[in-house]
């Protein structure tokens, strides 16, 4: 079946534009999770989604970053005014319900700031 | 501060030996544990995982041992095949926690 899919693969953008990242979560799933990887660093937790409503945004690293999931389905993290140091690779996962339930992951955008 | 670490950047293993990659953690609240890997361009798959209230889970050719008092887990992988070779991620949360805090990956390479 279809996993988690992301678009675009790659982007690349100037210091100080505005991006918008999309997950495509799995079917039926209703927990949506977005993690930022940076180079030889494991994932870090940025925000979580159950159903519509952002459960959990605490991972986010300030004001400049927003996610939305308004129908309960896709999501798409957005960044404003981006920085180099926004430089890293953007993961989705999904999973059927939240606590321990398998999170299943894209394969991620890479956003290159320049 | 890293509360799950992985120290070995990477890790050689000869094709039919067993790998051994190794986890530390720090935060005692964790009681879920996972082993993701991830292929170069792809997104972490998941492996396997154990809970805190076992030491062990196997499936395949893949065990977790868990060492609660140590903070310490462990994966085998016996025996270790080519494709094999990617980058190895140990995760971990606690109680209802969904949030998986990871540690750096180990990078995995099966000589033939």
């Known amino acids: 079946g279809a996993g988690v899919s992301q678009t675009p693969s790659n982007k690349v953008t100037e210091k100080g534009k505005y991006v918008e990242l999309r997950c495509d979560p799995i079917?039926?799933?209703?927990?949506l999770y977005w993690y930022r990887q940076s180079l030889g660093q494991g994932p870090e937790f940025l925000i979580y989604f159950q159903g519509t409503g952002a459960a959990d945004d605490s991972g986010l690293p300030n004001d400049r970053f927003f996610a939305v999931r308004p129908e309960g389905s896709v999501s798409t993290l957005k960044i404003q005014r981006t920085e180099r140091g926004d430089s890293a690779v953007y993961l989705c996962a999904s999973s059927l319900a939240a606590n321990t339930d398998t999170q299943y992951f894209g394969p991620g955008t890479r956003l290159t700031v320049l | 501060d890293q509360q799950v670490k992985q120290n070995s950047p990477s890790l050689s293993v000869q094709e039919g030996r067993i790998s051994i990659l190794n986890c530390d953690y720090t935060?005692?609240?964790?009681?879920?544990f996972l082993w993701y890997k991830k292929y170069p361009a792809e997104g972490p798959t998941f492996l396997i995982s154990?809970?805190?209230i076992k030491d062990k889970n196997e499936d395949g050719r893949f065990t977790v041992f868990l060492n609660k008092s140590a903070k310490h887990l462990s994966l085998h992988i016996v025996p270790s095949q080519p494709g094999d070779s990617a980058v190895y991620f140990c995760?971990?949360?606690?109680?209802?926690?969904?949030?998986?805090?990871w540690g750096a990956g180990t990078k995995l390479i099966i000589k033939p």
């Open positions: 154990i809970s805190s």
């Open positions: 079917s039926g799933h209703t927990a």
């Open positions: 995760a971990a949360s606690g109680g209802s926690n969904y949030q998986l805090i």
């Open positions: 935060n005692s609240m964790f009681d879920y």
